[in-house]
């Protein structure tokens, strides 16, 4: 197993338009995490899962944002009608989630411009 | 909300020591991670130490944990132009909820 893996690396799109992101977390891990980070910030949380079940969702995450792991492997996020504020890097995590432990493994991330 | 402070920026000359400091405000945090960013790259795990102790090393990097200031040290031996990075430092608030981590700090290597 080669890590996390993100994909697209790089999607630009115009204001207005849906967009989907796909992560491969490492394949024996149970959490899958997604964080957002802008330019000289820090990763925010946006929502993680358990397996198939989505546990937590920040409330930076707004109704336009959407995230699925159906089969509790592979997660998507989905931005509708995306708009310029919406511009960051998505970053996609994975841990073994046992006890209290949470030793995360990034993906390279998806970089998202919207014009 | 919890919260993770640390200085933005850091400048050393190769073959000095790096100090980059942390401060957070959770006192019931479990672990608290390092974790270190290259341009265009995600976040590579660096180091990690259990809120029990105090000094973890492991070769070059040396962590520093003074739970009664709620003070995290990362201290990099022999600093090399490849340590040139953004460093973030992470609290696992009360164990189980996801990492909340700093704004980062950027440390230039000089040769």
């Known amino acids: 197993d080669t890590g996390v893996s993100q994909d697209p690396r790089h999607k630009i799109t115009k204001r207005g338009q849906n967009v989907t992101f796909r992560c491969d977390p490492i394949s024996e891990h149970n959490r899958l995490y997604w964080y957002r980070q802008t330019l000289g910030q820090g990763p925010e949380f946006l929502t993680y899962?358990?397996?198939?079940?989505?546990?937590?969702k920040s409330r930076l995450l707004s109704n336009r944002f959407s995230a699925e792991r159906p089969k509790g492997s592979f997660s998507t996020l989905e931005i509708q009608r995306t708009e310029q504020g919406d511009s960051a890097m998505y970053l996609c995590?994975?841990?073994?989630?046992?006890?209290?432990?949470?030793?995360?493994?990034f993906g390279s991330g998806t970089q998202l411009s919207v014009l | 909300g919890e919260d993770v402070e640390q200085s933005l920026f850091l400048s050393v000359r190769e073959g000095d020591s790096s100090v980059i400091n942390c401060t957070y405000t959770d006192s019931s945090s479990t672990y608290l991670y390092w974790y270190k960013q290259e341009p265009g790259a995600g976040l590579q795990l660096l180091t990690y130490i259990f809120s029990n102790m105090d000094m973890k090393q492991d070769q070059r990097l040396t962590v520093l944990l003074n739970k009664k200031d709620k003070h995290l040290s990362l201290r990099i031996a022999d600093t090399q132009t490849g340590d040139s990075a953004i460093y973030f430092c992470a609290d696992a608030f009360s164990g189980n909820t996801p990492l909340v981590f700093g704004k980062g700090t950027r440390l230039s290597v000089i040769a």
């Open positions: 995590a994975s841990s073994l989630g046992i006890a209290q432990d949470e030793k995360l493994f």
């Open positions: 899962f358990q397996n198939e079940a989505q546990l937590e």
